[in-house]
């Protein structure tokens, strides 16, 4: 069996993340998405790859956005190593 590790709720945690970093959710999802971080081990390690993603391109294009094209490949090759990891 090669079942996903993570359940339906942590995929939904997960698509959260990104609104997460950028602010766009309400205080009350924000505090789900932290409360859930707390007891979810994946989840949380797949926040701090997140959160560390983002101070790297913060610092690599600090005067400019970084492009989708740029983010939408770092997201996937993030996604694959989070599950080769997870194996
Ligand atoms: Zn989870």
């Keep these: 069996m090669s079942e996903p590790a993570t359940s339906a709720a942590c995929e939904h945690i997960l698509e959260?993340?990104?609104?997460f970093h950028d602010h766009e959710l309400?205080?009350?999802e924000a505090t789900?998405?932290?409360?859930?971080?707390?007891?979810?081990?994946?989840?949380?390690?797949?926040?701090?790859?997140?959160q560390a993603l983002r101070l790297l391109i913060r610092r690599c294009c600090a005067a400019q956005a970084a492009p989708e094209t740029l983010r939408?490949?770092?997201?996937?090759?993030?996604t694959r190593t989070v599950i080769v990891t997870e194996g």
Excluded: F, K, N, S
């Design 32 to 50: 789900e998405i932290r409360e859930h971080l707390m007891a979810c081990e994946p989840c949380l390690d797949r926040y701090d790859v997140e």
């Design 72 to 78: 939408m490949r770092i997201r996937t090759t993030v």
């Design 16 to 19: 959260q993340l990104y609104q």
């Design 26 to 28: 309400t205080e009350a």
